[in-house]
């Protein structure tokens, strides 16, 4: 009997089907052992209920439906479209029978573009809508349309309706060294890198430092960091980088407090205050153990309210209201979640707590903002600060030389109690967590604790959430990196609840996300990196190379059935490097340390002789191509470990062989550090996030001198194709 590969017909004419579907809702989906899944019903009622819509019985599913067709006709125009530039292309309008309509579009400068054609319609038969009959025709958009958020106001009589038109460019276009050949880069968790001036947990002037010698002493052209959005503004602190409170803002305990120019206009006494804070914790800097950023920012938040409480001259105060005009609302909800936090505490799950009870319009928010406004002005204050040195680190990296600077890394998702999400609700899934169905690794699925941003609202206010993001990490970043990239099509929605294997995807206009992508990055001359390791449909990863992303390629994974493939063979649209955060360094790795870690915190759903047995057949199966193709000698496999660094710079020596247009070493290969920043699976069983570099004997590897380490120096001619 031949396997049931898609639905019956009985099931798509199924009331609760279509509007699933036509709500964006996936009824199936194929897992990553190429299994068909359908969704049960009541997945799909309670999936439905998190976008709003009502599918509780059929009367509700009836009206749903007869909602969805009366939002598709009674707008004259969608509320979001796309242009690609340098195309015409046609927007369809619905109206009445004897209407006739008209449009202008203005532009994002200001200025209007001019008048607009109208033509004829798709072909749509007459609709009758609550006993309207509604047809439709066209608006043209020219094809010289330039780049931009602009608004189209399209006209029937007295009624106009708006429509944000994004006019992106079709692609992401290489810059001219990737062309014909590639750039490399480091990869860093830089609050792991302190220098001699660290407050015990690397820093944006840490950041600076490192990107100007990377490139002055290694001649790198980038360095991928760890994301550095908005965290809480006191202890204790989140670890994880990957679970921000704002993906809108920059964390500002990265600042360093001593380069705020203010800081050389303080009194002796003041400044005398501020250094004898950062004496107290200057001994963490050498702990080759633990990151300890509670003890930082204990020493450094008292430090910055000294500086933030000291006159500014006039030029900086007016830079500062600038900036917070230009944040707008957005840094209003950051910092006034900031201030709830600082007087109330931490937000939590309990029904009395201020995130449950309160919202942006509540009294008692109106009552805390009048009563704390200079603690309100700090956190305003902080952020800006935060993204002056954001700013200044990949000013440097340009005036050094470097052709990316900082590649950025954008988190999935925000702390389902962070300010995103209780300044701004509405901009997210109503009881619903984002996650992965169940796979190999992850029988019962992974849930994520991140609300997904609504689809329908994105496209309802022209995705301007999801642009300011954007925008916002191409202000400082010459590349952004973009975690589960499949997120742009589609995100696995768990109903609270509900375990993690009952859920649903529920689509995304990738088409306008990746426009969004292009557009910001065709502006910043940037480039963009869409994480796509695992299972990825193969029209999700046509459309990534199409629009000019570039994938993920892991020297480590890049292997089928057992058999690792030539580097010759790899995907040229790539950032290609042997490890990532989520495994072990390589000389860890070699070393077996992920199968010696999973089995102590008891995360083997085998026996830990069957994982070692599968380990060393992966390890002796990548080292036997190397040597196959002269990447190592043979005779290294002997004694591996006398010949680790031989082996890593080996494997980096057949990165450099692939096509990939950016190639990757990471630090902590370059020092031969051996721990593993993440554990999947994981929470304070493990000090994820929390290791400091160190080589490979356990010594802390300081900032100060990191870039003429012999080690590093030598991977880095590695990389440059001189070894």
Not at 288 to 294: A, L, T, V
Not at 326 to 353: F, I, V
Not at 628 to 654: K, T
Request: charged share 25%; net charge negative.
């Amino acid at each position: 009997m031949e396997e049931q590969r898609e639905e019956s017909a009985e099931r798509l004419s199924r009331p609760l089907i279509r509007l699933a579907k036509a709500k964006g809702v996936a009824t199936y989906y194929v897992g990553q052992q190429d299994e068909y899944v359908e969704i049960d019903d009541d997945v799909l009622v309670n999936v439905l209920h998190s976008l709003g819509v009502d599918a509780s019985n059929d009367e509700a599913i009836a009206e749903s439906l007869a909602q969805n067709e009366r939002d598709q006709y009674s707008r004259l125009v969608q509320p979001t479209i796309l242009h690609i530039a340098g195309q015409e292309s046609r927007v369809r309008v619905n109206h009445g029978v004897t209407d006739i309509p008209s449009a202008r579009l203005m532009l994002e400068s200001g200025i209007e573009y001019g008048t607009l054609e109208s033509g004829a319609g798709d072909g749509a038969m007459a609709k009758s809508v609550d006993g309207r009959f509604v047809v439709n025709s066209s608006i043209v958009i020219p094809a010289d349309v330039p780049l931009g958020y602009h608004t189209l106001t399209v006209t029937v009589g007295t009624h106009s309706d708006s429509a944000t038109l994004i006019c992106a460019p079709d692609r992401i276009e290489l810059l001219d060294p990737m062309k014909d050949g590639h750039l490399w880069g480091w990869m860093a968790q830089f609050y792991s890198i302190r220098s001699s001036q660290s407050w015990g947990v690397g820093d944006f002037n840490d950041l600076k430092n490192m990107l100007r010698d990377a490139k002055q002493k290694t001649d790198a052209d980038f360095i991928l960091v760890n994301p550095v959005h908005a965290g809480e503004p006191c202890t204790p602190l989140t670890p994880s980088p990957y679970l921000p409170i704002s993906r809108r803002f920059v964390n500002f305990t990265y600042i360093n407090p001593e380069i705020i120019p203010e800081f050389s206009e303080l009194s002796e006494e003041a400044q005398a205050n501020i250094r004898q804070l950062h004496a107290a914790v200057e001994e963490l800097n050498a702990d080759p153990d633990k990151i300890d950023r509670d003890a930082m920012w204990a020493a450094k938040m008292p430090a910055l309210w000294t500086i933030f409480k000291a006159p500014r001259p006039a030029g900086r105060q007016k830079e500062f209201e600038v900036f917070k005009s230009g944040a707008g609302d957005d840094l209003e909800g950051y910092a006034t979640w900031c201030l709830a936090y600082d007087k109330w505490g931490a937000p939590t799950d309990a029904p009395d707590s201020w995130v449950k009870t309160t919202t942006r319009d509540s009294s008692e928010i109106a009552r805390l903002r009048g009563q704390y406004p200079d603690t309100l002005e700090f956190y305003r204050w902080l952020e800006w600060i935060a993204d002056e040195q954001l700013a200044d680190a990949q000013q440097t990296a340009y005036d050094a030389g470097m052709r990316i600077g900082i590649m950025a890394d954008m988190a999935v998702g925000v702390h389902p109690y962070g300010s995103d999400v209780w300044w701004n609700p509405e901009r997210f899934a109503y009881g619903a967590t984002v996650g992965a169905p169940p796979d190999f690794y992850n029988q019962q699925g992974q849930n994520w604790s991140q609300p997904p941003l609504n689809p329908e609202y994105l496209a309802k206010t022209g995705y301007k959430a999801y642009r300011d993001i954007v925008s916002g990490m191409f202000s400082h970043a010459g590349a952004v990196r973009i975690d589960h990239a499949i997120g742009l099509f589609r995100l696995w929605w768990i109903p609270e609840g509900r375990s993690a294997k009952e859920g649903a995807y529920v689509y995304y206009d990738s088409a306008v996300m990746l426009g969004i992508l292009a557009l910001e990055a065709t502006r910043a001359h940037g480039v963009v990196v869409g994480e796509d390791l695992g299972v990825v449909p193969d029209y999700m990863a046509k459309s990534l190379a199409a629009h000019g992303l570039l994938g993920c390629a892991i020297e480590w994974f890049e292997q089928r059935d057992g058999k690792f493939r030539r580097p010759q063979d790899w995907r040229p649209l790539t950032l290609a490097s042997v490890t990532t955060h989520d495994i072990p360094p390589t000389a860890g790795y070699l070393r077996y340390e992920h199968v010696k870690l999973r089995s102590k915190l008891h995360l083997l759903t085998g026996s830990e002789e069957e994982f070692m047995t599968d380990a060393r057949r992966e390890h002796n199966a990548l080292l036997s191509m190397l040597a196959d193709g002269g990447w190592i000698r043979r005779e290294w496999l002997d004694d591996e470990d006398a010949h680790e660094q031989d082996l890593i710079e080996g494997m980096h020596r057949a990165l450099c062989a692939s096509p990939s247009k950016l190639l990757c070493a990471t630090i902590t290969d370059g020092v031969g550090e051996r721990r593993t920043q993440n554990q999947p699976g994981t929470n304070n069983e493990y000090p994820n996030w929390r290791i400091p570099l160190a080589d490979g004997d356990g010594n802390a590897v300081s900032l100060d001198g990191l870039f003429d380490n012999p080690r590093v120096q030598s991977l880095a001619a590695v990389m440059r194709g001189e070894k």
